[in-house]
Every structure is written in C-alpha cells, then in structure tokens.
Nanobody
Framework: QVQLVESGGGLVQAGGSLRLSCAAS????????MGWFRQAPGKEREFVAA????????KYADSVKGRFTIPRDNAKNTVYLQMNSLKPEDTAVYYC?????????????????WGQGTQVTVSS
C-alpha cells in the first residue's frame, strides 16, 4: 500500500508560480516513476508530467512544456511540480500518482496509487 499526500495548491494570479509537493510512504519510492495529472471542472483527467524512478528522464504534456518541471527527491520520498508562468487554463485539481513501472509514462492506467488532489486556481 502506498500513501500519497499532495500539498502546495492555492490561488495565484496569471503569470505567477506555485510548487506542489507530493509526499509518499508505504513502499520503495525510488523504484517507481511518479506523475502529475489534473482535472478541470467538466473535463476529463489529463496527464501533466512524469519522472522516471531514477529522476533521469522526464515527460511533459505539450500544454505545460517549458513552464512546468517535475523534480523528485528520493531521499525525502517526495516529488514536486514546479509551475511557472501560470495561466487561467491551468486551473484544476492536481493529483500525484505512483506508477507500476520505473520509466516515464503518460498513461493513467499505469499508475496504481493516487493522492487526494490539491486545488490550483489561476486568476486572470
């Protein structure tokens, strides 16, 4: 069993920055890729970013490429989502997830454990 707890969401103006954190416990964190997904009201959940188990590889959705980064600290069992140049269309509930594989993947079906989500609201 894996527990994932997100934090760091909030309200920010367009152009601003936020850093989300996801603390993991319950199994070997460094063996699994981690990802961030988001879901806006009335829309389906979508992939945002992923990082491999070792941290050596990352993958981003086109909509966030160049603005978001996904570092991880395996010593702290924590993955982050650094969000810069935020836009109103980034408003959503953001979820972190732990994958069943060590490589980066955008496929939600490869993620077994999910956090409870944290709200990010970007005002124009």
């Amino acid at each position: 069993q894996v527990q994932l707890v997100e934090s760091g969401g909030g309200l920010v103006q367009a152009g601003g920055s936020l850093r989300l954190s996801c603390a993991a416990s319950g199994r070997t964190f460094s063996s699994n890729a981690m990802g961030w997904f988001r879901q806006a009201p009335g829309k389906e959940r979508e992939f945002v970013a992923a990082i491999s188990a070792s941290g050596g590889s990352t993958k981003y959705a086109d909509s966030v490429k160049g603005r978001f980064t996904i570092p991880r600290d395996n010593a702290k069992n924590t993955v982050y989502l650094q969000m810069n140049s935020l836009k109103p269309e980034d408003t959503a509930v953001y979820y972190c997830a732990s994958a069943t594989v060590p490589f980066t993947t955008a496929q939600a079906m490869r993620y077994t454990y999910w956090g409870q989500g944290t709200q990010v609201t970007v005002s124009s």
